[in-house]
């Protein structure tokens, strides 16, 4: 493992955590007409796929241990080169259900590796 995927894993972590307060006590009305809580969620989306696509760079077998982090480091791609086309709804529920998932996976990850969250 490179030495640098830890950090890599907790950037994830850090972003996805930072959707989570972003998002809480918001619903999806909230989403679609509230441009800095959506400039905010994308953001973070984006740097939690560019932190999964660094780690796979440098540890593949490190993310082939997180479900769905190929979707993750897709949605990143589609966020910033196909931004005119990015659905709030879409958006909404990756943040709303995927994302936990992610989170949930990527401290797990951090505990196995002996550097807990």
Request: a negative charge; aromatic letters at 6%.
């Amino acid at each position: 493992m490179a030495p640098e995927a830890p950090a890599y894993l907790w950037d994830a972590r850090r972003a996805a955590d930072a959707v989570a307060r972003f998002i809480a006590g918001k619903d999806r009305d909230d989403y679609p007409g509230d441009d800095l809580l959506r400039s905010a969620v994308e953001r973070h989306f984006e740097i939690v796929g560019e932190a999964l696509s660094q780690l796979g760079k440098a540890s593949p077998a490190l993310l082939a241990g997180l479900p769905d982090a190929r979707n993750a480091i897709g949605f990143r791609n589609v966020l910033i080169h196909g931004y005119a086309q990015v659905d709030g709804a879409i958006v909404w529920r990756a943040a709303t259900e995927d994302l936990p998932r992610l989170r949930s996976a990527v401290d797990t990850l951090l505990s196995e590796l002996g550097d807990p969250p």
